[in-house]
Structures are given as C-alpha cells and as structure tokens.
C-alpha cells in the first residue's frame, strides 16, 4: 500500500487511542492521539504517491456528516448547539480540555449526543486551513493532506492524519504549502485560489497544477486575485457548481477595479456545465478591521448558510437578500462574532469550521447540462450519472427528470440504464418550436437518501430553449387545424397532409389517423394541452398545440 511507510513514520511519532464515554444523561464518542514530540512536522510528513481511482474532492454545498471545529471555540457557543441540530459535531480538543469542553456544550444546551470528541493538541482554532481535504477515490472516501506551517504550527498540521486515522481511511500526502481558506472547490472539477499559493509553492505554477490534478482531480484551477486578503474565502465563494458570490468593494476605493476584475473573470468563464459562471455580488462597505463585513466567508452546511454578520445593519440585511436570491431554498442564519473572538475583516466563521462529506451520499452527476438554445429534434435526452456511495441499490422508479414547458406544470420522465457504468438516461417531449424549458434531475436509492440537480431543483432549475421546428418551412402550404370537441372531432387543413398524430403532453400518443380527419370520443377529450403533429406526404411534420377547455 502507497500509505505503508507514511502511517510507520506517523506511528513514531504518535500513539492512538480511542474509548467510549458515558454520562447519566448523554453519550459521546471520543478520540485520543497524543503528541510525543513537538518537533516539526517534517518528521513524519512523507509525500505518497497520488491516488490512482478517479479523484472527485467534494464540495462545500454537498452532503456533510458532520462539522469540525475546535475547543477553546472560535465560535459562539450557541452556534455549536445550532450545528448539533444540523449533523454530527466533530470536537477537536486537547485532553485536559474536555471536561470543560463537555460543560460548555451541555450548559449552552448543545446535544451532546452529536458531539464526538477528538482529542488532539492544536495551536490555533483555523480548522478550515489545516483541516483535512475529503475526497472519493472511485467510491471510497480518503483525505488529501497538505503542509500548513509545519515548523510554525506542527500540531495544526498533524490533525489531517488524526482524522485519517480516526475515520479509518486512506491519506495522501501532498507536498504542497496550501491553507484550505485558500481552496473553493465545485465538486466536478474545478477549483479556484487566490494566486498567492503560488509564492508559497516556489511559483512552480506547472507542478502546482499537475498535483491538483493528480491528487485533487482540479483541472483547471482558476488562480485569480483582488489583492486583498490573500485566501479566496475572504472575498469569494461558490454557493453551486455554476454560481460564484464575488465581494463588491465601493467605487471610491482603490481596490474597486481589482475586484472588478475577478467578477468579470467569472462572468466570461464557463463553469463546469459548459456556460459562463452565474456571479452574485454582496456589498462591502471597505477593506480596513475597523469596518467587518466577513459575507463570503459563511458556511454551508446541507441546506442551510452559516453568514457571519459584520457591524453595519444595512450591509448586513442586504448580505442576507443576495443569499437568499441566490441559494432558494435555503435557510439563511445570521451569525453574530463572540466578544472575546470577533469576525474580522480576513478571519469569520468559514477560516474556524470545515465540513466533514458524508460518506454515504447519493451523488447526481448530470454533466451533459442542457441550456441556450437547442436544435429541434422529436425528444430531448437527459444524461445522468447516479453514484450512491454507500453502496445501496438506487430505487429504479426513483430515478426522474421533471421538466416544465412554456412555465406549465412539471412532467416526469422515469430514466433507464444506459448500459454504461451508473449512467440513465430520460427523454423530454412533447414540446414546441422555441419553446423555453425548465428542467431539474432527482434520484433516490434504498439508503434512504435523495439529490437533485440543480440542487435547487424548481426553485432554480436549468433551462434551455429550443429552435424552431425547420420541418415548418418545408410545408407545401400552412397547416390549420380546426377542433370541435363537442363532436369529438377535428379537421386539419394544408396540402398533401397524410397523417395525423396527437400527443398528451405526457408524452403519450393518444390518437392517430390518415389523412386531414381524426374522430375522438368526446368523452375521451380532457381538458388541457395536446400537441399536434401534422405529418405530409413528404415526411414534413409540423406540430400545433390544442387546447381543451
């Protein structure tokens, strides 16, 4: 194994253990590594060779098992019993700690029956820079370490093997100088840093980027700067694979322009889907410490937002309305700082929590995202990929494509296997010549879980459009067509028609007949919407909507 020699020169230099605690009235799980030498981290830092499986480090706005923090908190006391409504609190603490980490919690009404002890010396509370990087290999879970201040801080940098260690999988050793306040990832492979990491890294911008590909899957890895603080999350961050929130700084500043910059990056740049980025601005009232307005530096955590609120009321309310256009669905939790430790300018709530992936998540991966305008064929096929890694059976009924045509009521269409590896595919009908549609995939599978993507699924679903029917101008003359649905009947008039067709828009053929007239019981006539296809002898189809009231 690639880990072997890694994990013996870690167990030099320390010793794990783990053990169960219970209390009259709570439960907690505890882990416990002690530090046998304060040396640097060089000691037991080994680069391993990268993963050889497909890498997908996962995003943010993903499923999250639990939340990593560490005591003495960074956070309010309060937010840590919010999180334990949320999932599962991952406590990084030292040993003669718990104890009054344990009565902090309980006195703050926190539920200690989500709160696992991990018992571990830090140097600082920034477990979002030192925490570790989760990603699959295939389908399995493993950790991407990287150094972080190993001679300045080398207990921070030890917690990536701690929790390898704790969660029982595989880590990688990266050989790369890397602060995870500095990394927004989208889950599909795109990636995006301030372009400091470089100065870090030797400005080896070559050997930078093929260890992002080869550890992390990013490829590419938009290095972009404001020159402002130097790690992304402090002036922005995706909210979804083809969303980004950009600060926006006030004209009058000399930062306005550099700012400027990077939001028109993103604008111009496509996203994983194959269009440019959706860019979100959220106000910021100035640069300094003395005006906080720490926006971009939130967590999400499954569906809810985590926003650190600065100290302007106004700029604080309209932080909360960009989330809320942006994320629909969400919930938006305004997070006040503690008096003893403050958001800052370049330090909030994201810099001192790290999300944990659930392991187990059922993972929509639709990429061949239809949008803009689509060429006019009878059907619309919808790709998808469903990976549930937990490795329960995916409920076949359960696997869809809703989709709205012209703003109608949402359609369902069931997906098959492909014959390829977790690939389906749906088909979307029945529509029109430039017709707009919405559409949205959703899967479930027996572990109980369920995704979509969008993951806001109607709330904001994609879109696209589709050309006009071309077969319309091959017509020898206009068709017309003439429903009397208290006879049942209806004529249609044009030139050499052959055949008609009538279609609900479920998709389903309901009648059909040769020539210009087609006979239907009135009883069999619903009210709503059918499309028509007038079909001549040339082979021209053109289609008409009917609509029965």
Known sequence: MKQIIFFL????AFIAKSFAQQTANNCRRTIDYKILTDASRNLVFVETDPPTGEVRFVAEFEPMQGVMIRYPLGIPESLVADFSTNCQVYCIVSDSCQNEAFQTFTEADVDMNRVTFVNAPTESFFVRDYGPWFIFEDKQPAIVDNLYYPEIRPKDDSISWVFSEFLNIPLYGMNLQYEGGNMMEDGRGQGVSDDNVLLLNNNDEEDFRNKMRDYLGIDPIHLVSPHFFPHVDCWGKYLAPDIILISRLPESHPKYSDFEQVADYFAATNCCWGYPFQVYRVDIPDTGYNTVAPYTNSLILNKTVYLPMGNDSTYNQNAIVVYQEAMPGYEIVAVEGCDNTPWVAGDALHCRTRGIMDFDMLFVDHRNVLFGEQEWQDSIPVLSKFIAYSGANLKQDSLLVYYSIDGGAYQVAHMTATGNPDEYVGYIKCYQGESSINYYVFGADESGRRYTQPVFADLDPHHFTIKPNQAITELSAEAKLYPNPTTGQFTVEGANVAKVEVYNLVGQKVH??????????????????????????????VTKKLVVK
């Not at 020169?9 to 030099?12: G, V």
């Not at 007949?513 to 002898?537: C, F, M, P, R």
């Open 512 to 541: 059909e007949a040769e020539g210009k007239t087609i006979s239907i019981n009135a009883a069999d006539w619903h009210k709503g919407i059918y499309l028509v296809n007038i079909i001549e002898q040339s082979g021209a189809v």
């Open 9 to 12: 020169l870690l167990s030099i």
